[in-house]
């Protein structure tokens, strides 16, 4: 199983660049055996750019999880703490091995009937 996750396309740029090698969350998928994710950027992109394997996952305090990550985040500070506000944990998800689709496939080229994830959605 994996994990469709929507990006902003502007952390999507970050990602490929290599500037952004964690992917943050308020919450976390249920399942454990989550080993890839797929990356739908979102709009005015709207098509599945790539997808990355996990390396490791970070829960902790936004404060702690800032301290872990922050050289690798690919967001400003400002940003990063106003996107967990009033949030006791915080999630990064370390990027591995990110491969970016030559060709981005549109959501229903990828899967019937599917729509874009509000954060994430699990496919097969």
Not at 113 to 119: D, H, L, R, V
């Amino acid at each position: 199983m994996r994990i469709l996750l929507s990006v902003k396309p502007i952390f999507v740029e970050e990602i490929i660049a290599g500037h952004k090698l964690y992917e943050y969350r308020r919450q976390l998928f249920k399942h454990t055996d989550i080993k890839t994710i797929v990356i739908y950027a979102s709009s005015p992109v709207c098509k599945i750019v790539g997808e990355f394997e996990i390396e490791t996952i970070i829960k902790d305090s936004p404060e702690k999880v800032w301290e872990k990550t922050n050289l690798q985040s690919g967001v400003s500070k400002a940003f990063y703490f106003k996107y967990f506000k009033n949030t006791e944990i915080a999630y990064a998800i370390k990027i591995k091995n990110f491969i970016k689709y030559s060709n981005p496939i549109s959501l229903a080229d990828f899967e019937e009937g599917i729509t874009p994830p509000q954060s994430f959605r699990y496919i097969k």
